[in-house]
């Protein structure tokens, strides 16, 4: 099932970032669940992503949310995107996602924060 930008079960995009590899958008769905979302950077943001993950939860830590980190789990994989915002400097977003397999092996990728490009403005 493609998931279009325009999807109506959408309340608020909560993050979206990328690397050269991987461009990553977590939602907070109208239901109040979190879902993940996947496209490999070669195949753009208009086709299907290549991975969904729904159910996801979110956790919030440190004095002003400092960190957010959300988790989601698919067969015995393990996928958590970590948003680590420094209270001394507040424009500046750190962000990681981790996958951890079934082994407990463990692979992070460093991610930018990414702005929507503004044919997508009405889903900020």
Same mark, same amino acid.
């Given at each position: 099932?493609? =998931?279009?930008?325009? @999807? !109506?079960?959408?309340? /608020? =995009?909560?993050?979206?970032?990328? #690397? ?5 958008? =977590?939602?907070?769905? +109208? #239901? ?5 979302? *996947?496209?490999?950077? #070669? +195949?753009?943001?208009? &086709? $299907? !992503? *290549?991975?969904?993950?729904? #159910?996801? /939860?979110?956790? /919030?830590?440190?004095?002003?949310? %400092? +960190? ?6 698919? %067969? ?5 995107? %970590? /948003?680590?915002? !420094?209270?001394?400097? $507040?424009?500046? &977003?750190? =962000? ?20 929507? !490009?503004?044919?997508? @403005?009405?889903?900020?």
């Amino acid at each position: 099932m493609a =998931i279009y930008w325009s @999807d !109506p079960t959408i309340e /608020r =995009i909560l993050l979206f970032c990328g #690397n050269g590899t991987y461009i990553v958008r =977590i939602d907070l769905l +109208k #239901n109040l669940s979190i879902r993940y979302l *996947c496209w490999h950077t #070669n +195949k753009g943001l208009l &086709s $299907p !992503p *290549c991975l969904v993950l729904d #159910n996801g /939860r979110m956790t /919030r830590s440190g004095t002003d949310d %400092e +960190k957010t980190e959300f988790f989601f789990e698919h %067969e015995d994989w393990t996928f958590s995107v %970590e /948003r680590i915002v !420094p209270k001394d400097y $507040p424009v500046v &977003s750190h =962000i990681f996602l981790e996958v951890c397999d079934q082994d407990q092996k463990k692979s992070t990728w460093k991610m930018e924060p990414l702005s929507l !490009p503004k044919y997508f @403005d009405t889903f900020n």
